[in-house]
């Protein structure tokens, strides 16, 4: 429906940091988070990797957080394996259960909207 005629990039990335090594991996884990999700992107690479960098047990770090950031993924999944949830709930109810999880969701967005702006602005 949306037709982009153009792309914005940031930059050419030199060939030899597109090789083996340890810079080019980062920078591919960069291009990566900042691709998927913005968010996790400064949580990571603003927020964790200073403080990472600045205490001894910080190697530790990052691999809590991918541990941590994991978890709803992997509780989701166990949960639409253990009751069976992978096709038969959503061929039978799909479109009655989608548009009360997006209800559901709106509400809830708008909630935590609120609650941001009454926390952080003062208002």
């Not at 900042?34 to 910080?58: D, E, K, N, R």
């Not at 109810?93 to 209800?103: A, D, E, H, T, Y």
């Not at 935590?112 to 208002?123: N, P």
Request: aromatic share 14%.
């Amino acid at each position: 429906m949306i037709k982009f005629r153009s792309s914005l990039t940031l930059g050419n990335i030199p060939n030899k940091f597109m090789k083996k090594g340890k810079i080019g991996a980062f920078l591919m884990g960069v291009s990566f988070t900042l691709g998927f999700c913005p968010t996790m992107f400064v949580l990571f690479f603003i927020t964790l990797m200073p403080i990472a960098l600045a205490v001894p047990y910080g190697p530790v770090l990052p691999a809590i957080f991918a541990v941590g950031t994991s978890i709803p993924l992997i509780l989701s999944i166990f949960l639409i394996w253990y009751f069976d949830l992978s096709g038969k709930l959503l061929k039978k109810n799909g479109r009655k259960l989608g548009l009360f999880v997006q209800r559901l969701a709106g509400v809830v967005m708008l909630l935590i909207g609120v609650l941001d702006t009454l926390t952080y602005w003062g208002i």
